[in-house]
């Protein structure tokens, strides 16, 4: 048995709730009882031997392949057990093998208006962009889709564990455009009138901003394309321990106009339940007790 490892003591301090400390928790028992291999720094990262051997992905439907494609090592995406950035590689990538069971799924959350999934894409931004938001802003996982209707929708996802607000970077970009009223953050939060008036004063702010430019950077591309496209949802998927997306969730919503599945907030134990009641065989059940394993607390 390895050891469960060093803990950061200032999770707590991080984290009043206790999530971020109980998630490390979690992912250093992972790595030393399941996965049963030594740990580098704290018990959530591994070693980079074991990182390139690929063993923070799920090890079928071609995961660890997708990701070498994607970017070569690099310590946060193939060492930190806890953080996001590995997750949307580990749920959305087998969904890409199967599209009537991907389809089954998302249909449970869009009252069954999805014909077929046309497309599955990790790590996506729309080009070139300048015709969107003009900056680096993509989606975790992106889903094209046909309605019944025959009309064409997309889906971008944005995929979190134990992340809450995060400040703004001084002098970067986004920095820059969130100060300047004449940028496309603000251009398209104008043209897509899907906000209340006064949303624009909560928008930019740390709890907000991501929220708001994964919604703007869809909203973008129906107004790009509106010859292809006629929906977009913008989907947070959180575990249920984490209040902060919780509660920043309900008052986003609070900002829109109306909801009409433009926005929508799914924890992990809601989407794994629905994956639960679709998935079509045996390979696809070890990849759905996987991730209930790895990702699940239980309280």
Request: charged share 30%.
């Amino acid at each position: 048995m390895q050891e469960i490892g060093k803990q950061y003591r200032r999770d707590d301090v991080t984290d009043s709730s206790g999530f971020l400390r109980r998630a490390r928790l979690h992912q250093s028992k992972f790595r030393a009882e399941i996965l049963q291999v030594p740990y580098d720094t704290y018990g959530n990262y591994l070693n980079r031997n074991d990182a390139e051997r690929g063993l923070n992905f799920y090890s079928d439907f071609g995961i660890f392949d997708a990701v070498k494609k994607y970017r070569i090592y690099n310590k946060p995406l193939y060492s930190n057990m806890l953080r996001s950035e590995h997750i949307p590689f580990n749920i959305f990538i087998p969904f890409d093998y199967d599209k009537k069971f991907c389809k089954n799924v998302f249909n449970e959350f869009f009252s069954n208006s999805i014909k077929s999934i046309d497309r599955i894409e990790i790590e996506y931004a729309p080009e070139p962009k300048e015709n969107y938001l003009n900056d680096r802003t993509s989606f975790d996982a992106y889903i094209e889709y046909t309605c019944t209707d025959n009309s064409k929708g997309a889906i971008g996802i944005e995929v979190k564990y134990t992340e809450k607000e995060y400040k703004l970077v001084a002098n970067s970009k986004q920095e820059k455009d969130i100060q300047d009223s004449s940028s496309k953050y603000f251009s398209v939060t104008r043209d897509c009138n899907l906000y209340k008036p006064d949303a624009i004063n909560l928008l930019p702010t740390d709890n907000f901003r991501q929220v708001w430019r994964n919604q703007i950077l869809g909203e973008s591309i129906l107004l790009a394309d509106k010859g292809k496209f006629k929906h977009f949802t913008s989907l947070t998927l959180f575990p249920k321990g984490n209040s902060h997306f919780t509660h920043i969730s309900k008052e986003y919503i609070n900002l829109l106009r109306e909801n009409n599945n433009k926005f929508m907030p799914v924890t992990y134990e809601e989407f794994f339940s629905v994956c639960n009641n679709h998935y079509p065989d045996n390979r696809f059940k070890s990849w759905l007790d996987y991730l209930k394993k790895r990702y699940i607390i239980q309280e």
